[in-house]
């Protein structure tokens, strides 16, 4: 998979030499380009940026510079047959980035990011491209970056690591908690390892017991209740079919109530408000 970044901060990109990215990138899995954008000003203060038609706060991106580079790294992708391309561009008005997106955007051949600054990229930039490809403006989380280069860190990683021989079988996705299609979209629960008592902290017996039914039962509780405290939603939008027997037991004891409609539906207590 080829990926180009276009940013006012390449160094801000580094951190894409380290680690997974950086292992795929060595062995030739992942071809990374990132490009200054300051490289396609052609005045004196290598101006990228100008105030926004209609008053208001703040700076816009110029359509210019992000132009003449993405024409110019188009240009070279497409004589490099490197496929399709897509543009990524992280923004706090974009779709949410979530593991089905992370998929979807790993079958693609070549991807292209654009992490702005100040306000964001004049409108008429995204227009332009979504004529030649598909764009995708996406947001990784509700709160908002100065810019969109963590976002392109975040969304490389999540990418990279789904693409055919980057991870090892050690550290297989085959049950992500979030894969699209797992059989309940669940939070993990607790993990451990050695030493088997660590400050006075054991581990729970069931994990040493080599009781396979018993873990897979426990670690499933594990997840219910974790879920039920960090994300209820996860177990609102969950179809009901979707639980045994045994679940819906720890459902019950969690605060949970089934619905005529086949979902479960859970009271808040006063005492967490
Ligand atoms: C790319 C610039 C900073 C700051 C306007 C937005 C409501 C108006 C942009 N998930 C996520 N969070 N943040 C980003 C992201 C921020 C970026 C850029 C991505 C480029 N910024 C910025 C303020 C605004 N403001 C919130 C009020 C827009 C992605």
């Given at each position: ?46 101006t990228v940026d ?205 605060g949970w109530e ?16």
């Amino acid at each position: 998979m080829r990926l180009d970044v276009v940013t006012i901060f390449p160094e801000y990109l580094e951190p894409l030499n380290v680690s997974l990215v950086g292992k795929a990138r060595a062995r030739g899995q992942l071809d990374v380009h990132v490009h200054d954008l300051r490289q396609w000003t052609y005045d004196r203060h290598n101006t990228v940026d100008d105030t926004p038609y209609g008053g208001g706060p703040g700076m816009v991106m110029k359509t210019e510079p992000w132009g003449d580079c993405l024409d110019e790294l188009l240009a070279d992708g497409y004589e490099a047959g490197v496929g399709a391309p897509a543009l990524v561009v992280p923004t706090p008005s974009g779709r949410p980035f979530t593991q089905e997106l992370a998929v979807e955007l790993s079958e693609r051949p070549w991807l292209v990011f654009t992490p702005a600054r100040y306000e964001g990229i004049d409108r008429r930039v995204m227009d332009e491209y979504a004529t030649r490809m598909p764009v995708y403006e996406v947001s990784i989380g509700d709160y908002v970056l100065a810019g969109g280069e963590a976002a392109v860190l975040v969304i490389t990683e999540a990418v990279a690591r789904l693409l055919p021989g980057v991870l090892g079988n050690a550290e297989s996705h085959r049950d992500d908690s979030f894969a699209p299609g797992a059989m309940a979209n669940l939070l993990e629960g607790p993990v451990y390892t050695k030493p088997p008592e660590w400050r006075g902290h054991g581990i729970p017996d069931v994990l040493l017991s080599g009781h396979h039914g018993k873990i897979a039962r426990w670690r499933r509780d594990e997840a219910l209740r974790r879920t039920t405290a960090n994300r209820p939603d996860l177990i609102e939008r969950c179809d009901a079919a979707v639980f045994d027997k045994k679940d819906r037991e720890m459902l019950s004891i969690l605060g949970w109530e089934p619905e005529p409609g086949g979902r479960f539906w859970r009271k808040r207590e006063a005492v967490e408000e």
